[in-house]
C-alpha cells in the first residue's frame, strides 16, 4: 500500500513538468519526422547514376529524336518500356563507336549480358497506371515526366502520388491539347486500382 | 549471474540515449532514397509482342482420352491463363477446369528439375548414356524392354514408337490409364472391331438416357458434352424445343443432379435393365433387333423379373421406353466409364434399334489402351524377368496400379529402370534413373481429334533442367546409329511436311506450318465413317454373362475419378485440390458417400471413419451421407492418397487398392463391406447448410409450369423506397445473366477465376474454418426428400448491387460505386474490419486472415496475373467482374476510337464456362446480350425484395420431366 502511494506521489512531481515537456517533445518528434520524411521531398528529384551515361538533353534534345521512338510501348502498352540495347545498336553500331561508353554498350550487346538502368520512376503494385489513354489523349510525356529533353542525368520531376493523379483527372485542360474534347478523367477506384 | 566486464559500466541513462541514437540512425538511414530496383531491357527484342501487352499461343492439351484446344495467355513469356481455343473444331473452345488448373502444375515447385540416379543428383549426359547404353544393348542381346506409358492420339509419337519398335524389336510398349474407360473401349473392339469412345451429338437429341454416365462431370468430354447438352436447356419461351434427360444411376452424380427424370439403381443391375428396355422397345414398339440377334435370346430380361431385382418399377422403365421411341433417332442412351463392358454393349445396341448409332459414333478416334487387367499380365511377365528394360513414362502404376505387391516385384524384376516425368513420384521413388521431363505447356506435338489434328507448342522456355521425353527417344534412336531429326521439333515438322501438308498447297511448307502454329492446328475433313455394323456374337456373350450373374446384395461400390485432381495426376495442384466437388462440396478429401438410408441402417453420421473392404483391401475414409444416393451404393472418389508431393501427400485414401481383386476393367466393385471405427475426421466443406428453407433463391420449373405462368410467374419486387440516393449510370452499366437451366454446376469458373484474379489457395483446415477464398462459389441446393431429392445448382459471386449494404457500413470507404455500375473494393484502403462482410446478404466477400501469398518464391510467384493485385493480410476481396479485362477493352476501344463492342468483355468466368449460361455486357445498352437475355421471362434477381438492386440477373432453371398427365 505504503509503495503504491509513493509512486503516485512520483507520478505527480513528474506531471508537473516532465510530463508536459515529454509530450510537446514526442508530438514534436513526430510532427518533425512526418515533416521531413514526406514522399515530395525524397521521391522528387530522385537522380540515380545510370550504368551508361545517356543524355536525355543530347538525344530527344539537341537532336530531336521523338520520345516514343525508344519508349515504343507507350500509345500500345500499359508500360512506355525501356528500349533494348539492340535499339541504341542501331544508331551506335556506325555512330561514335570509338567513345568508351559506347563501346561499353557494344560489348553488353554482343555478349547479350543484360544492361541494368536504375529505375526512377516506379509506382506502387496496386496503382495500375495505363500510359496508353494518356499519350492516345495528347497529354505530353512532359506533363509528368518533366522536361527530359533537358536533363542530362534523368531526375523525377513529379512526386506521382495520388492526388498528383486526381489533380490532373479533376482539371485536365492545361495537360490537354487545345481543342481536345476531353473533360475529365475517371475519379472511380477501379480506373486506376484493381 | 555475473555480467561480463565492462556491462555494468554502462549506466542506464548511457544506455537509453545509446538506444535512442541508434534509432535516429536506423530511421535516418533508411530516408535515403528508396531502392527502386532495376529496369533491364531486352539486349535483343523478341521479333513480336510488346512489354506489358499479351500475347496468345494455341496449344493442345490431353488427359487420357480427352483432347482439348487451349489458348495459352503469357506475359513476357510466361504463361498466365489459360481458356479454350475455339479454333479446335472438335472442342471448340471447351476447356476442362483440369486443364486450366493445370497451369499452376507447370510452375509447382516440387517438380524435379533436374535427372536423379538412385537418389543422387546426376545430370543429362550421364542420363542419356545410361538409357542408350542399356537400349543399344537390348537391341543387339535381343532383349525385351518394357515402355509404359499414358493414353495418346499423337500421330508423330506414334510413328516415333513405330521408329523405335522397328530398332528395338524387343520393345514392348503399354499405355496405360489407371481411371479411363477401358471396358467403353473393350465394348467397341468387340462390337465394331475398333476401340473407340463413342461421343453423342447431344445438340441432336431430344432424350438422353444416361446409365451411371457423368458426361457433365468427370468422363474425358464433359466440356463438349456440356455445351451440347446446355444448348438445348436454355429455352427463351415456353414452346422452345428441349431435351430430356433420364439418368439411371446408383451414386449420385454431377450428371444424376442435372437430370429431369431420376432413376436409382443399383450398378450392377444396369446391364439387365438395359437390355429389359431393348426387350421392352422390340416387343411393345417393335423396334428391330440388329441382324443376328434372336428376340428370344432376350426374353430372360422380362420387365417384371427386371423391375423385381432392380426395384425400378416397370411403369418407370415403360415411360422410359415410351419417350425414347418418341425421340427415335434422337434418344442417346450413354453407359457411364465404371460400368462393365456388358453394360456398354448393352447401351449400344438400345442405340442401334433407336438409329442413334450413326450420330453417337461422331468420335472415331482409336485408342489402343490397356486397363488393369492387361497391365496386371505385363507386370507378371516382369516379375518372372522377362524385361530387360523398363521405361515408365507418364502413367504412376506405382501409385495407381490396384496391386502394389505386384508392382513391387515386378520392378525389382527389371534390372534396369527408368522414369520419365514431372515429380519425384511413387513411380519414380522404384526407378533407378528419374529423369525429369517437359510439361507440356513446355512441349511440341501433336493430337489427332476428328476433324482436326492439334498442335501442341512451347509457351514456356523450360523452367527446369528438363527435357522432352520424345527427344530422349529421338536420342536413343541416334544412339542405335539410326538416321533421324535432331530434335522432336524437326521431327515433327517432317512429318508434317510429308504427312499433313499436301503438296501442290498454294502456300510453301512453311507458311502452312505458321498458320497451323497460329490457329493451334489445321482442319481436316473428318473421313465419312463407314456405317457400323454391330457383331452380335459379343452381344450374346453379355446376354449370358449377364445372365448368369448373380446379385450379391452386398454394398456396391463406384469409383470414380475426383472432379478436381482427378486419376490423381493432379494431386499436388493446391487449385484442383481445393475445388468444392460439385456435388458433395467436399474439398482437399475423398470421402466415402453413403445413401441415407444406409447410413441409418449402421448408424453412420458425416464424418465417421469406416473401413472399406473389397476382398483383402482396406481403406479408410470419413463417411459423407449423401442425398440422392441409391440405398446399397457407396461411392468414392479415385486420385487420393498418394504417397508423395507436399500438397498431394496424405490427403484422402488411396481408392485404387479396393480394385484389387476387380477381374474385369469395370470400376464398380459388387460386394464391398464397411466396418465402422471409432475415430471421426472432418471432411472439409464450403457448404454446410443444403436447403432453401422455403426461399426461393435457385428457382427451378417444370416446363409445364412455366407454360401456363405470365412472368415466370412470379412476382417481382417493387423496387421499395430507400435511404440512398438513386445511383445514376450515365455510360455504360455493366451486368450479368446466369442462365441457371445452363448451368450444370460443373465449376470450370471456379477455377478459371482462380487463374485470373491470383486468388490463393488456403488449405483444408481454413476451409473447416470457412475461410475459403473463391471469389465464385457454386451453391449446391436439396429439395424434397433426402431420398430422392432434386438437386439445384446456382454461381453465386458478388451481384455488384446497386444499393450495396456492403459499401454503406465500410468506416474507411474502402469499398464504394464506380459508375458503370461496379462495386469497388479497394485493397489499399481497407483496414478489414470486415463489416461489409458481414453486412453482405450474400456472403461472397472473402478476407484474407493470413498472408498467403508474400511467402511464396520463384517459380510459383509467375502464376500470378500482373494485372491483378496480390492482396496482402487483413484485406477483403470479392468478384469484380474481371475488372482488369474491362478496362483493357475500354483503353483498346478508345485507342481505336470507338465504343466497347458487346461481348468483346470476356470475364474468366465466363470465357471458362462450357455451358454458355454466364453472359457479361452493358445493360445500358438495350442491343446487347445480356440486356436481351436478362428480360427473357424465366428472370429474377435474387434477394430482391432487400431493394439492394443487385447487377446480376438469374434465369429459373426449367427442368423437363415427364408430365404429370403422361405418368398417370
Known amino acids: ?194 | 549471474m555475473r555480467l561480463p566486464e565492462g556491462i555494468d559500466a554502462i549506466s542506464r541513462r548511457r544506455f537509453l540515449s545509446l538506444l535512442a541514437a541508434s534509432m535516429a540512425l536506423t530511421a535516418g538511414s533508411s530516408c535515403s532514397r528508396i531502392d527502386r530496383g532495376k529496369i533491364v531491357p531486352y539486349t535483343r527484342k523478341p521479333a513480336r509482342g510488346i512489354p506489358g501487352v499479351s500475347a496468345f499461343y494455341a496449344s493442345t492439351f490431353q488427359e487420357g482420352l480427352a483432347i482439348q484446344g487451349v489458348l495459352v495467355r503469357t506475359r513476357e513469356g510466361r504463361p498466365i491463363h489459360l481458356e479454350g481455343n475455339p479454333e479446335h473444331a472438335d472442342s471448340r473452345g471447351m476447356l476442362s477446369l483440369r486443364a486450366t488448373g493445370d497451369l499452376l502444375g507447370l510452375y509447382d515447385p516440387d517438380r524435379l528439375g533436374l535427372p536423379v540416379h538412385k537418389g543422387v543428383r546426376s545430370n543429362w549426359q550421364d542420363a542419356t548414356k545410361a538409357l542408350n547404353n542399356v537400349l543399344s544393348d537390348a537391341r543387339l542381346m535381343d532383349k525385351r524392354v518394357l515402355l509404359l506409358t499414358g493414353a495418346s492420339a499423337s500421330p508423330s509419337l506414334k510413328a516415333l514408337l513405330y521408329d523405335l519398335r522397328l530398332a528395338l524389336p524387343g520393345l514392348r510398349h503399354v499405355a496405360w490409364e489407371p481411371a479411363a474407360p477401358v471396358a467403353q473401349l473393350a465394348a467397341a473392339r468387340a462390337l465394331f472391331g475398333k476401340p473407340m469412345i463413342s461421343r453423342p451429338d447431344l445438340r441432336r437429341a431430344d432424350v438422353i438416357l444416361s446409365f451411371q454416365s457423368d458426361f457433365l462431370g468427370v468422363e474425358p468430354d464433359a466440356p463438349v458434352l456440356i455445351n451440347d447438352f446446355a444448348s438445348r436447356r436454355g429455352v427463351s419461351t415456353p414452346t422452345d424445343p428441349m431435351n430430356r434427360l433420364w439418368v439411371v444411376e446408383g451414386h449420385m452424380t454431377l450428371t444424376g443432379a442435372n437430370a429431369d427424370e431420376r432413376i436409382q439403381a443399383r450398378p450392377s443391375r444396369m446391364t439387365s435393365l438395359a437390355f429389359a428396355l431393348a426387350r421392352l422397345l422390340h416387343r411393345e414398339h417393335s423396334l428391330p433387333l440388329p441382324a443376328g440377334l434372336d428376340p428370344a435370346e432376350l426374353d430372360y430380361f422380362d420387365l417384371d423379373r427386371v423391375s423385381a431385382a432392380s426395384s425400378v418399377k416397370a411403369s418407370t422403365m415403360r415411360l422410359l421406353a415410351r419417350d425414347l421411341v418418341r425421340a427415335g433417332q434422337s434418344g442417346v442412351v450413354l453407359a457411364g466409364a465404371p460400368l462393365p463392358m456388358e453394360a456398354h454393349a448393352a447401351c449400344h445396341l438400345l442405340n442401334f434399334m433407336l438409329g442413334s448409332e450413326k450420330h453417337i459414333m461422331d468420335r472415331a478416334q482409336p485408342f489402343d489402351l490397356a486397363g488393369n487387367v492387361e497391365l496386371k499380365e505385363i507386370l507378371e511377365q516382369a516379375a518372372r524377368g522377362e524385361f530387360a528394360v523398363g521405361i515408365f513414362w507418364g502413367a504412376n502404376p506405382a501409385y495407381a496400379f490396384p496391386d502394389p505387391a505386384l508392382w513391387k516385384r515386378a520392378i525389382n524384376g527389371i534390372p534396369e529402370t527408368f522414369r520419365i516425368g514431372l515429380y519425384e513420384d511413387e513411380t519414380a521413388l522404384d526407378c533407378a534413373w528419374r529423369l525429369p521431363e517437359h510439361h507440356w505447356l513446355e512441349s511440341w506435338g501433336d493430337f489427332e481429334s476428328p476433324g482436326f489434328i492439334g498442335i501442341r507448342q512451347p509457351v514456356s522456355g523450360p523452367l527446369h533442367n528438363t527435357r522432352q521425353a520424345e527427344d530422349l527417344l529421338l536420342a536413343c534412336l541416334r544412339g542405335m546409329r539410326i538416321q533421324t531429326q535432331s530434335t522432336y521439333l524437326e521431327y515433327l515438322k517432317a512429318r508434317w511436311r510429308s504427312g499433313v501438308y499436301v503438296p501442290g498447297m498454294p502456300v510453301p511448307f512453311e507458311s502452312f506450318w505458321n498458320s497451323a502454329l497460329h490457329d493451334g492446328g489445321v482442319r481436316r475433313d473428318s473421313a465419312q465413317q463407314a456405317s457400323l455394323q454391330l457383331n452380335p456374337e459379343p452381344l450374346r456373350k453379355a446376354l449370358e454373362s449377364v445372365r448368369a450373374e448373380a446379385d450379391s446384395g452386398g454394398l456396391e461400390l463406384v469409383l470414380a475419378p475426383a472432379a478436381g485432381v482427378h486419376d490423381g495426376r493432379y494431386s499436388n495442384n493446391g487449385w484442383l485440390n481445393e475445388l468444392p466437388d460439385p456435388v458433395t462440396k467436399a474439398t482437399w478429401s475423398n470421402p466415402l458417400l453413403i445413401s441415407p438410408a444406409d447410413a441409418e441402417r449402421l448408424g453412420l453420421k458425416d464424418e465417421d471413419v469406416v473401413t472399406v473392404s473389397s476382398g483383402t483391401a482396406t481403406v479408410d475414409a470419413p463417411v459423407l451421407v449423401q442425398p440422392g444416393q441409391a440405398s446399397g451404393v457407396a461411392g468414392i472418389a479415385l486420385g487420393y492418397g498418394r504417397r508423395t508431393g507436399n500438397v498431394a501427400l496424405a490427403i484422402g485414401a488411396n481408392a485404387y487398392q479396393l480394385l484389387k481383386g476387380l477381374t474385369g476393367d469395370s470400376f464398380v466393385i459388387r460386394s464391398a463391406r464397411i466396418s465402422r471405427s471409432n475415430s471421426r475426421s472432418a471432411i472439409p466443406r464450403t457448404q454446410d447448410h443444403h436447403r432453401m428453407e422455403g426461399r426461393d433463391l435457385a428457382r427451378s420449373w417444370a416446363l409445364a409450369e412455366y407454360a401456363k405462368t405470365v412472368d415466370g410467374g412470379k412476382t417481382h419486387h417493387a423496387h421499395t423506397a430507400s435511404l440512398i440516393p438513386e445511383q445514376k449510370f450515365p455510360g455504360q452499366k455493366w451486368g450479368m445473366a446466369v442462365d441457371l437451366s445452363k448451368c450444370v454446376g460443373c465449376s470450370s469458373c471456379v477455377i478459371g477465376c482462380q487463374s485470373e484474379n491470383n486468388i490463393p489457395v488456403v488449405g483444408p483446415e481454413r476451409v473447416l474454418m470457412g475461410r475459403e477464398m473463391h471469389w465464385i462459389r457454386i451453391d449446391r441446393y436439396y429439395e424434397g426428400d433426402q431420398q430422392s431429392p432434386s438437386v439445384r445448382h446456382q454461381p453465386m459471386f458478388c451481384q455488384q448491387c446497386d444499393d450495396a449494404p456492403c459499401e454503406i457500413v465500410c468506416p474507411v470507404n474502402a469499398t464504394t460505386h464506380s459508375p458503370d455500375g461496379l462495386n469497388q473494393m479497394t485493397y489499399n484502403r481497407c483496414v478489414g474490419t470486415r463489416y461489409c462482410s458481414n453486412n453482405c446478404p450474400f456472403k461472397v466477400r472473402r478476407f484474407n486472415f493470413f498472408d498467403y501469398t508474400s511467402t511464396k518464391k520463384e517459380p510459383e510467384t509467375l502464376v500470378f496475373n500482373p494485372e491483378v493485385t496480390v492482396r496482402p493480410r487483413g484485406v477483403m476481396e470479392k468478384c469484380t467482374f474481371c475488372i482488369q479485362r474491362i478496362q483493357d477493352a475500354k483503353q483498346n476501344a478508345k485507342h481505336e476510337a470507338r465504343q466497347v463492342r458487346d461481348g468483346e468483355i470476356t470475364p474468366a468466368c465466363v470465357a471458362a464456362c462450357p455451358s454458355g449460361a454466364i453472359v457479361f455486357g452493358d445493360l445500358n445498352d438495350p442491343e446487347s446480350a445480356v440486356s436481351k437475355v436478362s428480360k427473357l421471362d424465366r428472370h429474377y434477381r435474387l434477394l430482391e425484395e432487400l431493394g439492394i438492386k443487385p447487377s446480376v440477373t438469374y434465369l429459373a432453371d426449367i427442368a423437363n420431366p415427364v408430365a404429370a398427365e403422361d405418368k398417370a
Open chain 1, 1 to 194: 500500500m505504503r509503495f503504491k502511494w509513493e509512486v503516485s506521489r512520483n507520478f505527480l512531481q513528474y506531471s508537473k513538468f516532465i510530463l508536459p515537456v515529454g509530450l510537446v517533445a514526442v508530438l514534436a518528434t513526430v510532427l518533425g519526422v512526418g515533416w521531413y520524411t514526406q514522399p515530395d521531398r525524397f521521391v522528387r528529384g530522385y537522380e540515380p547514376v545510370q550504368p551508361i551515361p545517356y543524355s536525355h538533353a543530347l538525344h530527344p534534345g539537341t537532336l530531336r529524336i521523338p520520345c516514343q521512338y525508344c519508349h515504343s510501348g507507350a500509345a500500345g502498352s500499359r508500360y512506355a518500356g525501356i528500349p533494348a540495347v539492340e535499339k541504341c545498336m542501331n544508331c551506335h553500331s556506325v555512330t561514335r563507336t570509338d567513345s568508351p561508353e559506347i563501346r561499353k554498350l557494344a560489348a553488353l550487346y554482343e555478349s547479350g549480358e543484360p544492361l541494368q538502368w536504375e529505375r526512377i520512376h516506379s509506382l506502387p503494385d496496386h496503382a495500375y497506371f495505363d500510359h496508353r489513354p494518356h499519350v492516345n489523349a495528347g497529354i505530353l510525356c512532359q506533363t509528368c515526366h518533366g522536361e527530359v529533353q533537358t536533363m542530362d542525368v534523368v531526375y523525377q520531376n513529379m512526386s506521382m502520388r495520388m492526388s498528383n493523379c486526381l489533380g490532373c483527372h479533376r482539371d485536365p485542360e492545361y495537360a490537354l491539347q487545345a481543342g481536345s474534347t476531353i473533360v475529365k478523367g475517371p475519379e472511380h477506384c477501379y480506373a486506376c486500382h484493381r
